[in-house]
């Protein structure tokens, strides 16, 4: 179980004269690996909603977990939480800000701890998937056009290696080719997301199984290289076969 939201609700300027309920007792539950698409009318909470999945805005009421946590909980690492649930807003300008684009799909990376090199290469990856051409990456990310922007905003996300991507409205202001370019774009991407997902439970899943009999190597290994026969040794004499049966 991934996202789940309880009894959601948020409000805009509560108690003022400007207050908005934008989303009341919403409860969802979003699984590993889906894919999912949220339509409404504009202003129905859409954009509201979604910034909810990586904790930039708080619920007025109501709980949201990601992996059984409470993302709000006094020792949740938040941060932690942004770099997994990755959010492409909008509109790419809100976030495209450095003078050419391979720097700004960097930023995310950079930010990450990556060296500026070893961010390269997680920008490079990043552009390649969202189909952004290679001698464009030192042009202003504001010389573009707004399916190139959008494009940029979304290899910014991906190269910080989300487990989630939520976008915003990725198809907005594009024209028929540009929004099924996109789609057809995303659909590859949350293919190899998932994928990626699968992979890593199965190696966890091997490591896991993998845990047990590591530990009975090393007893017999300190066994056969202990010279003196100590309580301690017994003891993991005794143990260690008894322990190995249960791991295989
Ligand atoms: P959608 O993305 O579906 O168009 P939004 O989540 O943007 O919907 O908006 C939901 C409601 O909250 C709307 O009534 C909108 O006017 C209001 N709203 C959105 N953002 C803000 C904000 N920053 N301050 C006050 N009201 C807001
Ligand atoms: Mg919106």
């Known amino acids: 179980m991934s996202i789940e939201l309880k009894n959601v609700t948020y409000t805009y300027s509560p108690g003022t004269a400007y207050e908005i309920h934008a989303l009341k007792d919403i409860n969802l539950s979003i699984p590993d690996g889906q894919f999912i698409g949220i339509i409404g009318h504009t202003g129905s909470g859409k954009s509201t909603l979604i910034q909810h999945f990586n904790a930039l805005i708080r619920p007025t ?37 450095e003078n050419d684009v391979l720097s700004d799909v960097c930023f995310g990376p950079m930010n990450q701890g990556l060296s500026r090199e070893e961010a390269e290469v997680e920008a490079k990856k990043a552009l390649q998937h969202v189909g952004f051409k290679e001698k464009n990456f030192s042009k202003s990310p504001f ?12 290899a910014g996300v991906l190269a910080m290696n989300p487990k989630i991507l939520i976008l915003d ?8 080719k540009g929004r099924d370019d996109i789609l057809d774009q995303i659909a590859e991407l949350h293919k190899e ?18 845990k047990p009999k590591a530990a009975v190597e090393k007893a017999v290994k300190e066994e056969k290289t202990a010279p003196k026969k100590t309580a301690a040794n017994t003891a993991t004499k005794k143990a260690a076969p008894k322990s190995k049966k249960k791991a295989e």
């Open 143 to 154: 010389e573009l056009s707004g399916g190139q922007k959008k494009r940029v905003a979304i």
């Open 61 to 97: 009421s109501g709980t949201i977990t990601y992996n059984g946590e409470d993302i709000w909980g006094e020792k949740y690492d938040r941060r932690a939480l942004r770099s997994e649930v990755g959010l492409v807003f909008q509109y790419p300008e809100h976030q495209l800000f």
């Open 169 to 176: 409205e990725p198809t907005a202001g594009l024209d028929p």
């Open 193 to 210: 997301l998932d994928k990626l997902r699968a992979k890593e439970e199965k190696a966890k899943a091997v490591k896991a199984a993998a």
